[in-house]
C-alpha cells in the first residue's frame, strides 16, 4: 500500500494550496480518508476527512477554509486550502482507513510540509 502526497509548499498568508494524495495498493474506493497535519511540537490532528459514503467532516479550525474531495476513479483525495494562516503551518498527513471483521486496516502517507509565511 503506498499513500503519496503532493502540493505542499510555501505561500504567503491568505495564499492557497492543493494538496493531493495519490493511492495504491488498497480499493480505493470502500476506505475513509483523511488529512491530518502536526506541527513542530504538537500532536498530529485530524484536518478533515471524507467517508466511502462521500460524507464530509472538518476541524473548526479550518471550517469554511479547507475543503477535502475524493475522485475515486483516479485514487486520489484532495484537501483544498483556502485563506491560509501562519497557524496552518505543519506537516500534512495523508491517511486512509477502514474497519473490517473487527479489524483495523489504516494507512499513512510520508508527508508534505505545509509552510505559510510572509
Known amino acids: 500500500v503506498q499513500l503519496v502526497e503532493s502540493g505542499g509548499g510555501l505561500v504567503q498568508p491568505g495564499g492557497s494550496l492543493r494538496l493531493s494524495c495519490a493511492a495504491s495498493?488498497?480499493?480505493?474506493?470502500?476506505?475513509?480518508m483523511g488529512w491530518y497535519r502536526q506541527a513542530p511540537g504538537k500532536q498530529r490532528e485530524l484536518v478533515a476527512n471524507?467517508?466511502?459514503?462521500?460524507?464530509?467532516n472538518y476541524a473548526d479550525s479550518v471550517k469554511g477554509r479547507f475543503t477535502i474531495s475524493r475522485d475515486n476513479a483516479k485514487n486520489t483525495v484532495y484537501l483544498q486550502m483556502d485563506s491560509l494562516r501562519s497557524e496552518d503551518t505543519a506537516v500534512y498527513y495523508c491517511?486512509?482507513?477502514?474497519?473490517?471483521?473487527?479489524?483495523?486496516?489504516?494507512?499513512w502517507g510520508q508527508g508534505t510540509q505545509v509552510t505559510v509565511s510572509s
Open positions: 491517511n486512509a482507513v477502514r474497519m473490517f471483521m473487527l479489524k483495523k486496516y489504516d494507512y
Open positions: 495498493g488498497i480499493i480505493f474506493s470502500i476506505y475513509d
Open positions: 471524507t467517508t466511502s459514503g462521500g460524507s464530509t
